[in-house]
T-cell receptor, first 112, second 112 residues
């Protein structure tokens, strides 16, 4: 059992829906991350938050909107997604940007 | 553009064998190299390497970094079926901003 939890674990949504993914870390870390893992592709870093401030946005489309209300919680708001956005979305946290990251179990997202 | 290349992409061995997984990289402003094991969903952290030539060990797993030749290897001795997983290599880089680039992974299958 990791110190990083994600909900929901599975999500099926239509292209016109709005949904949110939630990540919570119980490790006292200051940095949190969203990743996307698609089949047969390397893991892609989407967003980085350090002390609640977004420090990285790796050219992610605006239909993905992150929110970090505090150092323990991270959300990914989804709207008008495309079928190619179907993937495993992983959240991670670390003590700081120079420390190893610990990953949550992921949310398997299917866009129909 | 930062690049991380892992080889082989897949590997099948018998229990008890020793395996070596490779990771080479080309990045700007290298910070560290990380190895993860991914089973089913979330990657679990194995090693973080920042200095050349210093071997890190954890049980049957060990890893070393060569910053001159820009590669790292992950060794697993006396493999067990529980070692079957995808092993991911990631490189942290960036002077001011933070970048984390993952390789595609090596899928290791250990058969009895």
């Amino acid at each position: 059992e990791t110190g990083v939890t994600q909900t929901p674990r599975h999500l099926v949504m239509g292209m016109t829906n709005k949904k949110s993914l939630k990540c919570e870390q119980h490790l006292g870390h200051n940095a949190m991350y969203w990743y996307k893992q698609s089949a047969k592709k390397p893991l892609e870093l989407m967003f980085v938050y350090n002390f609640k401030e977004q420090t990285e946005n790796n050219s992610v489309p605006s239909r993905f909107s992150p929110e970090c209300p505090n150092s323990s919680h991270l959300f990914l708001h989804l709207h008008t997604l495309q079928p190619e956005d179907s993937a495993l979305y992983l959240c991670a946290s670390s003590q700081g940007s120079e420390f190893e990251q610990y990953f949550g179990p992921g949310t398997r997202l299917t866009v129909t | 553009e930062d690049k991380v290349v892992q080889s082989p992409l897949s590997l099948v061995v018998h229990e008890g064998d020793t395996v070596t997984l490779n990771c080479s990289y080309e990045v700007t402003n290298f910070r560290s190299l990380l190895w993860y094991k991914q089973e089913k969903k979330a990657p679990t952290f194995l090693f973080m390497l920042t200095s050349s030539g210093i071997e890190k060990k954890s049980g049957r797993l060990s890893s070393i970094l060569d910053k001159k030749e820009l590669f790292s290897i992950l060794n697993i001795t006396a493999t067990q079926t529980g070692d079957s997983a995808v092993y991911l290599c990631a490189v942290e880089s960036g002077a001011g901003s933070y970048q984390l680039t993952f390789g595609k992974g090596t899928k290791l299958s250990v058969i009895p």
